[in-house]
């Protein structure tokens, strides 16, 4: 069985959507920790509630990056972590993350990519007027979303539809392309 670990900093919709697959044996893996920068985040209660260990750690009380992510690492190792999957995880990854588990860490992304990189992309989709948009997963690299893309899913944005019909789009198209991917990624590693 691979290890998971799922780092969010908000709702953690797609943290749900992953552990729900998983105990509909759609997703052949187990969660072994969930990671928040923000402890009082919707998603470490959802964790919470299903036993699993969560690191909630406030970045302001480390002196650098460098140090909470030594943190970070030491725990992912202790878990045997295989795949690192950042689901709304607010924050760029450092060198430290980056090098101990390079190649190991996804993210997905609510534009199809490269377009509206960075915060609130639905946002800028929608002031951008466009009439296709999607979702994107893809490997983390230093940068803001720019690593190579894994899968994206696009749908076409149809007149009149609300900011809340859009994303409400967005995260059903997620719910059901990150346990997917997640699932082929884990496969390919055995
Ligand atoms: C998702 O839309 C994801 O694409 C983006 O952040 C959002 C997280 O939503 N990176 P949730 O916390 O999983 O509900």
Avoid: W
């Avoid at 691979?2 to 908000?10: E, H, L, N, T, W």
């Avoid at 994303?167 to 082929?184: D, G, R, T, W």
């Amino acid at each position: 069985m691979k290890s998971i670990a799922v780092f969010a900093s908000g709702t953690g919709t797609n943290f749900e959507a992953i552990q729900k697959a998983i105990e509909d044996h759609q997703l052949e893996a187990s969660i072994e920790c969930v990671v928040s920068d923000h402890r009082d985040a919707k998603v470490v209660e959802k964790a919470q509630q299903k036993n699993i260990e969560v690191f909630a750690f406030d970045p302001k009380s480390y002196p650098s990056k460098k140090d909470y992510e030594k943190e970070i690492v030491t725990l992912l190792d202790s878990k045997k972590v295989d795949l690192v999957v950042l689901a709304g995880y607010m924050r760029l990854c450092g060198e430290v993350l980056l090098n101990a588990y390079e190649g190991k860490i996804i993210n997905i992304h609510p534009s199809l990519l490269p377009a509206f990189k960075g915060k609130d992309a639905i946002g800028q989709a929608i002031d951008y007027g466009v009439k296709v948009m999607g979702v994107t997963i893809h490997y983390v690299d230093s940068g803001m979303d720019s690593g190579k893309i894994i899968a994206q899913r696009s749908f076409d944005v149809e007149e009149g539809l609300s900011r809340e019909e859009i994303e409400a789009s967005i995260h059903a198209i997620e719910h059901v392309l990150y346990p997917s991917v997640i699932q082929k990624l884990l496969e390919e590693m055995k």
